[in-house]
């Protein structure tokens, strides 16, 4: 249940209205490039400005060293958002201080100014009080959307809400009720495919989804490790030993929950034009890899998933970035497509290999936010979450 107060809940009309949206996105030669971020914020932003409000938008760009950097700049954003809405938007080149507060003043009802990045100052990332009363004292009602950045407790995301009316948009609300709701009550049976480089950055969300899933596949780089700590030669694969001791643990879960792959493609080199081969999952021969799972094991998962009624997905199977290296992670995004659960896909590169695919139209809830979904899964509450006011 989401006990956090929303947009729909305080009064809009004519107020000034700071909100904390997601616009990291990629910029080349001055452009936006894959604009999901800034689309994913206009639900909020069209009901703000049909209540009469008069928006203030912040955000960070990239990872500006705390001063300000014209790479990072959030200009082409504010243009790239004046195309998605058909009207003008302002740009203010500092998110603090007097020309931005003048700037702010001379904003009508149905308004819209953005912010420089949030970035351009070192306060943003320290969480820094003085910053934070700065932003709070440009508006009369902190919004904060920005559920990418809601893992981190900074000025623009956490610090501004102590000293405002704080309250949730659209976005934050239905990536924590999708989020949310799977993590307390999910629909079983209940299927978590956990792919991606590493064990060691989801060993918290294998411990908190063991204890709420039925089945829990295991893919990617960290695979590896588990087939390791089993006790098997990996060749040249990709091996976390400091994570040895962990995976030990899991597989103590035992194999009707935690699920390995049961065959594997291995390659000569980590290349796009590697010669490659598949094998049942053993003993991988010298001088080779694992980069991909195979296809029995894209069988005996896609079997898993279909029986599923909630479906969480996080992390390629493999290096998908190399096309015959792809076709697990392919496999397995058809799968989910195909099935009928309430299906959600947490953040960064699953989403990129769902978008890839064409199969985005069919996912219940793609998250905007990687290390914010991997958290929520984690079973952690978001400090920029937390500090919104109560329902
Ligand atoms: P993550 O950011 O942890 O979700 O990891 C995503 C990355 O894991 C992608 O860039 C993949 O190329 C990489 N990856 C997936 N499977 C493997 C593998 N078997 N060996 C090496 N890297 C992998």
Redesign the pocket.
């Known amino acids: 249940m989401f006990d956090k107060k929303t947009i729909r809940d305080i009064d809009l009309q004519g107020k000034r209205v700071l909100v904390r949206v997601d616009f990291n996105v990629p910029i080349k030669n001055g452009l936006v490039g894959d604009d999901t971020r800034i689309r994913a914020a206009l639900p909020t932003l069209e009901y703000l400005i049909g209540h009469q409000a008069i928006l203030i938008l912040c955000s960070h760009l990239g990872r500006p060293d705390g001063s300000p950097d014209v790479k990072y700049s959030l200009k082409p954003v504010a243009e790239h958002l004046s195309q998605l809405l058909s009207k003008p938007v302002g740009f203010a080149d500092d998110c603090i201080g007097a020309i931005t507060t003048s700037k702010v003043a001379a904003l009508k009802p149905g308004d819209i100014l953005v912010l420089e990045n949030t970035r351009f100052h070192a306060g943003e990332t320290k969480n820094d009080a003085d910053m934070a009363r700065q932003l709070a004292a440009l508006a009369d009602i902190f919004v904060n959307d920005a559920f990418g950045s809601a893992h981190r407790a900074h000025a623009s995301t956490e610090g501004v809400a102590h000293f405002l009316p704080a309250v949730a948009g659209f976005l934050m609300e239905k990536e924590i009720q999708y989020l949310g709701d799977v993590i307390s009550a999910p629909e079983k049976p209940f299927v978590a495919i956990l792919?991606?480089?590493?064990v060691s950055?989801?060993i918290g969300v294998i411990r908190n989804l063991s204890a709420k899933a039925d089945v829990i596949l295991i893919?990617?780089?960290m695979?590896?490790t588990f087939f390791k700590a089993e006790g098997y030669p990996v060749g040249e694969?990709?091996v976390e030993d400091e994570a040895l001791d962990q995976a030990r643990e899991f597989l103590k879960i035992g194999k009707t929950q935690i699920r390995l792959p049961v065959d594997v493609k291995i390659a000569d080199k980590?290349a796009e034009d590697a010669a490659w081969k598949l094998m049942p999952t053993g003993p991988i021969p010298n001088g080779w890899?694992?980069?991909?799972i195979g296809p029995e094991t894209v069988i005996a998962y896609a079997k898993v998933i279909k029986k599923a009624k909630t479906v969480i997905w996080?992390?390629?199977?493999?290096?998908?970035?190399f096309p015959e290296f792809a076709k697990g992670t392919f496999g397995v995004a058809q799968a989910i497509a195909n099935s009928q659960a309430t299906s959600i896909i947490g953040g960064?590169?699953?989403v990129a290999a769902i978008q890839q695919s064409g199969l985005a139209g069919k996912i219940s809830h793609i998250s905007t936010g990687g290390g914010a979904s991997l958290e929520m899964l984690e079973g952690l509450s978001l400090p920029g979450v937390t500090i919104l006011l109560d329902k």
Request: proline share 3%; aromatic share 6%; charged share 20%.
């Open positions: 792919g991606g480089a590493k950055d989801k893919g990617g780089g695979a590896n694969s990709l980590f890899m694992i980069l991909d996080n992390g390629p199977m493999g290096v998908f970035e960064g590169d699953s």
